[in-house]
């Protein structure tokens, strides 16, 4: 299976162009799917969901696509509550907060950690609820042996990596461990701005974490715009961060920083 990962596009804060860079530079690389793991614009507006699906509707390729905490209503307060993902819904074509992808010997589900309101004020938060993961625990449960499992989702379910003031999502334990019990292998995910690749430990199973970088945004933390590309076969896990190179007088473009490799259990 091969799958493209991005996240934190934010229309809104784009440099002209970089869009038309990014969709080529995924698709030239042919995954069976690209994984867009939340935050499509950067203050929920119709504008900058209108330019998120000019975007979507330009891929060839499927696209697994989720929520983030900036695509909820951030102004309206009224439609943040009683229907807080309408936009989102509009720009994607689907009513889908958890969706599924299944192709090239493989399986991505998508789970929602992004919520219209929290129990405080650090509304940016996130949560995993618990009819959710045992949806995603029977999802995965009813698939054939064999098939390569991972999990995209906006927020991080592990800390992230020199990343002290980003907080896994609550119950992020309970996921972890029905992940692992259902044998997930990848768990992907946004946010930060940050990328990130290590493995970690979870029950008796060991998963790879994925953190990508802001795709499009301006609003970068220490590291350029880019994407990964994970391709798993029988034996490892190979995941290649593509970053955006800027050069005077020269159009953006992406290009590949050395392979990872994780050996697969």
Known sequence: MKI???ADLHFGSVPMGLEDALREAMEAERPDVIVVAGDLTLRA?????????TWLAALR????V???????PYFNLLQRFADPFHRFHQATGTPHLMPVFEGGGGAVLGFNTARSWQPHLRWQDRAARRRDIAATEAEFAAMPPGVFKAVAAHHPFLRVPDEPRARPVRRAGDALRAFARCGVELLMSGH?????AIEVQVS?????ALGAPTALSARMRGEAN????VEADAAAIACTLWLREVAAG???RFSPSPTKFFARR
């Open 204 to 208: 008796d199973r060991r998963l790879v």
């Open 66 to 72: 989720l929520p983030g905490n900036h695509d909820l």
């Open 4 to 6: 493209a990962l991005c």
């Open 45 to 53: 507006r119709r504008r900058e969901f209108e330019a998120a699906k």
């Open 192 to 196: 930060t701005h940050r990328s990130f």
């Open 226 to 229: 880019g994407f990964w590309i």
């Open 250 to 252: 020269r159009a953006d």
């Open 61 to 64: 390729t499927p696209a697994l």
